[in-house]
């Protein structure tokens, strides 16, 4: 029997309004990941590997994302939109100045994950 992956992407596509119609920044884009799994994305300047890393965390409102982004069996594109994912009340959002991640704990609480959003984040 094989597991469903934690992380699911299949035909990821991020475009962006330019002045002459969509740009294309992300074509297609395809990777299956378990629980446990690392992978390195590889490739030269300007091909994408952030833009795709970022649009999987929908950090960037400003782009149209298609495909499909699945995390634990759950759709995070719905229509072809990124669907907003609900923290917890009280919780920073990545938007957030409170949100960037300290190289050390100012109040004794150590790191931890938000289990809502699966973004990493000091949670109070």
Same mark, same amino acid.
């Given at each position: 029997m094989v597991?469903?992956?934690?992380?699911?992407?299949?035909?990821?596509t991020v475009q962006v309004d330019g002045p002459a119609g969509p740009v294309t920044l992300v074509d297609s884009f395809d990777l299956a990941l378990a629980a446990g799994d690392r992978v390195?994305?590889?490739?030269?300047s300007g091909s994408g590997k952030s833009?795709?890393?970022r649009s999987v965390l929908q950090l960037d409102p400003d782009v149209a994302l298609s495909g499909s982004i699945r995390l634990g069996g759950t759709e995070l594109l719905s229509? +072809?939109? #990124?669907?907003?994912?609900?923290?917890?009340?009280?919780r920073p959002t990545p938007n957030s100045p409170t949100a960037t991640p300290k190289p050390w704990p100012t109040? +004794?609480? #150590?790191?931890s994950t938000?289990?809502?959003c699966a973004r990493r984040r000091t949670c109070r």
């Open positions: 597991a469903t992956p934690l992380l699911d992407i299949r035909g990821l390195a994305l590889v490739g030269e833009v795709m890393a229509g +072809g939109e #990124a669907e907003a994912v609900s923290c917890p009340p009280g109040s +004794g609480a #150590a790191p938000c289990g809502r």
